[in-house]
């Protein structure tokens, strides 16, 4: 059975930073994985991905040259980098994972997703 735990939210001031974890269980390989975020009344919205191979990587407009996503093969583990945070960021944000190659934007396409983290960004 294949688990996605996340970690590493909380709460943080305007131009702040946090860097959410998201380990998998279960599985030792995944085409991709990626984060996602809902906030109060929106749709869940692509943050940002990774291939597994390779390590390409994939970033909304709203966090490029601001987030950062990697990955540690070994522990099967990715990470989201959030640097010069803003109120609009504030948003439960989940991790994801591909079981066979897809589009790395919608979340239709994602088999696998953690419970989430809050994020909370106060101005």
């Known amino acids: 059975q294949v688990q996605l735990v996340e970690s590493g939210g909380g709460l943080v001031q305007a131009g702040g930073s946090l860097r959410l974890s998201c380990a998998a269980s279960?599985?030792?390989?995944?085409?991709?994985m990626g984060w996602f975020r809902q906030a109060p009344g929106k749709e869940r919205e692509f943050v940002a991905a990774?291939?597994?191979?390779?390590?390409?990587?994939y970033y909304a407009d709203s966090v490029k040259d601001r987030f950062t996503i990697s990955r540690d093969n070994a522990k099967i583990t990715v990470y989201l980098q959030m640097n010069k945070l803003k109120s609009e960021d504030t948003a439960v944000y989940y991790c994801a994972a591909q079981r066979y190659y897809s589009s790395i934007y919608s979340p239709s396409l994602y088999d696998y997703w953690g419970q989430g983290t809050q994020v909370t960004v106060s101005s």
């Open positions: 990774i291939r597994w191979s390779g390590g390409s990587t």
């Open positions: 279960g599985r030792t390989f995944f085409y991709a």
